[in-house]
């Protein structure tokens, strides 16, 4: 079975578009506001107008209050929500609980022990997000960092999961052949600038996952 795609960080109706055309099935919409690709509560509702259902909308959050996941996820019609920051299996399971919505946890990898921790939240979350670990005091993600894809050999959880972290057009076959990945994220990937989504990108990095 084909990987899914999911094109992470869209801000803008072209980028909606461009995932849609080159056929990924999910979008990321980023409510972390320190991040160039941060969308505001207004415009995640246009975006979502944009998707209809042609393709499902990941909120992503880091360390967010309920607040702020509460206006997200009305706002962009979210079909589940992507924790990005710190969040410990309780509070995964308690933002699960209390909006009803598939969840997912970004993991940070960069040592066999980050990939085990993926157990910690068997019973948490739905998803499960290896994506690369940052330097300390850079973004959580997007940075276009990658990391030892062998390191997932390590993993015999339940839950399903995905791989993100310096995915392009020019690995992303080689990441799927090599990890056997379900599903694979990109965001720095498909951009001419940070925060800035290249529909040409888009649909070659859509092209080569499908080979």
Request: include cysteine; charged fraction near 20%.
């Amino acid at each position: 079975m084909a990987a899914q795609i999911k094109i992470c960080g869209v801000s803008s109706p072209e980028a909606i578009r461009a995932s849609i055309t080159a056929g990924a099935e999910w979008c990321g919409l980023n409510f972390y506001r320190p991040s160039p690709r941060f969308v505001s509560s207004d415009i995640a509702a246009r975006l979502a107008d944009v998707a209809g259902t042609a393709i499902r909308k990941a909120g992503v959050f880091v360390d967010a209050d309920d607040e702020l996941l509460s206006l997200a996820v009305v706002a962009g019609k979210l079909d589940a929500i992507q924790l990005h920051g710190h969040e410990t299996p309780e509070r995964a399971a308690e933002v699960r609980a209390r909006f009803g919505l598939p969840l997912w946890k970004v993991l940070s990898v960069e040592s066999a022990e980050d990939v085990v921790r993926a157990d910690l939240y068997a019973q948490a979350a739905d998803f499960i997000l290896f994506d690369a670990k940052t330097p300390k005091g850079m973004m959580p993600g997007g940075m276009g960092h990658q990391f030892d894809w062998s390191l997932l050999r390590l993993y015999n959880g339940a839950l399903p999961w995905g791989l993100a972290g310096g995915l392009t057009a020019a690995n992303v076959a080689d990441a799927i052949r090599l990890t056997g990945a379900p599903l694979v994220d990109t965001s720095s990937g498909v951009e001419s600038a940070p925060g800035i989504k290249d529909v040409d990108k888009i649909a070659a990095f859509c092209k080569a996952a499908r080979l």
